[in-house]
């Protein structure tokens, strides 16, 4: 029964732009002036906890992932590369039925390259009482963190019940569960799941804050292989179907074949696909702060807690005049002076082909640029 991890990084951080792109995607970039890439720093943080770590991504960025990865440690061929992005439903199904076909017994957990965690021990904690409650109840398994805001752009799990008690759970016959499995799962309180809501409003996620009963969406995520490969057949057979094939394709060196298979296969994310429609989720409350770095408020607000802002709260990066400002994110990598002044609460982003100006309670509309630059087919923005 080996532990695997697989990190997530094959998006685009279109979040972020005008500073992250296809080419330089978020988890491609630094949190801070330590220049270690949220990519590297998360490898690192899951390094010691299991027995194979492993990035999967796309295959247009596997090469650059490599690289950084071989840099935190990390042998050759721990990249698994989509060979078209189909988001992290496919995704996850194609690695998930690789590792399970070299270890049939293998317990995974999933974890994103590009959030933002306070507290690695904590962090850790977390990801190994998910796997651990994931055995307990040959079930899947979610982590959860306990809202600061009334958040509108994240997604949450509802939990309902008192915490549940590991020595409540008895194995099926063949499936002994590991006691350090159960001591993991015990450290950590976790709770039946009642349900997933995708950012909801203002006024619905204040009561989610006031009523205890609402964690915010990790996206992180544990399960046995063999109950993962169950729980994706029912919910899709066909996907499930195709995503055997091309990892049956690709064991046999048939990449060709395994490109035209999985180009065929719908994009939708693992949390729709497989764990908003399993009834048997436990969700595992994290002791951490956490954050999924998806805006420009989000990154300003990181880089304060690591200690890069100045006395007026000001996330300042490049060539920056600041005057009377307070609250802002200014970053000037257009090779040329950024002024601002008398402003509060503003994004101002230069990156020498575009610059964007908004305010930071609007974070949330960056994608509507990328949109439009969509629609318009200027992808050398993009």
């Avoid at 060709?256 to 989720?281: G, N």
């Avoid at 420009?296 to 990066?317: M, Q, S, Y």
């Avoid at 008398?342 to 949330?364: K, R, T």
Wanted: aromatic share 6%; net charge negative; proline share 6%.
């Amino acid at each position: 029964m080996g532990y695997h991890i697989l990190v997530l990084a094959g998006g685009s951080g279109t979040r972020l732009w005008p500073l992250s792109r296809a080419g330089v995607p978020k988890h491609l970039m630094p949190l801070d002036a330590s220049g270690v890439t949220l990519l590297r720093a998360t490898v690192e943080r899951v390094l010691p906890l299991a027995d194979s770590v492993r990035v999967v991504t796309t295959a247009t960025q596997a090469e650059t992932c490599g690289r950084v990865v071989s840099e935190a440690g990390l042998p050759a061929g721990s990249v698994i590369a989509e060979p078209e992005p189909r988001g992290t439903g496919p995704a996850l199904g194609l690695a998930n039925a690789l590792i399970a076909h070299d270890d049939p017994d293998a317990v995974i957990s999933s974890v994103h390259a590009d959030h933002e965690i306070d507290d690695g021990d904590a962090f850790r904690a977390a990801v190994l009482a998910a796997a651990g409650w994931a055995v307990v109840t040959q079930g899947l398994a979610t982590v959860g963190v306990t809202p600061t805001h009334p958040s509108t752009g994240l997604g949450y799990v509802a939990f309902e019940g008192p915490p549940l008690d590991p020595e409540g759970w008895h194995p099926p016959p063949g499936a002994p569960v590991p006691e350090a499995r159960r001591a993991a799962a015990a450290a950590v309180p976790a709770f039946r799941a009642a349900g997933f809501v995708e950012k909801p409003s203002r006024e619905i996620a204040q009561a989610y804050l006031d009523g205890g009963h609402h964690l915010w969406n990790s996206g992180l995520f544990a399960w046995p292989a063999a109950i993962f490969a169950e729980e994706l057949a029912i919910a899709d057979a066909h996907l499930a179907e195709q995503v055997a094939g091309v990892a049956e394709a690709r064991r046999r060196g048939r990449e060709a074949e395994a490109a035209s298979l999985y180009a065929e296969i719908e994009a939708v994310p693992v949390d729709t696909l497989v764990f908003e429609r399993t009834r048997r989720l436990t969700v595992v409350r994290g002791g951490f702060s956490w954050s999924d770095l998806g805006s420009f408020a989000d990154l300003r607000d990181a880089r304060r807690r690591a200690g890069g802002a100045d006395g007026a709260g000001n996330v300042l990066e490049g060539d920056v005049i600041a005057l009377d400002t307070t609250g802002s994110f200014v970053a000037a990598r257009g090779g040329r002076l950024v002024a601002v002044v008398g402003v509060e609460g503003l994004a101002v982003v230069d990156s020498g082909d575009a610059l964007l100006v908004l305010p930071l309670d609007q974070s949330q509309r960056v994608r509507e640029v990328v949109e439009r630059l969509r629609a318009e087919g200027r992808s050398d923005l993009l």
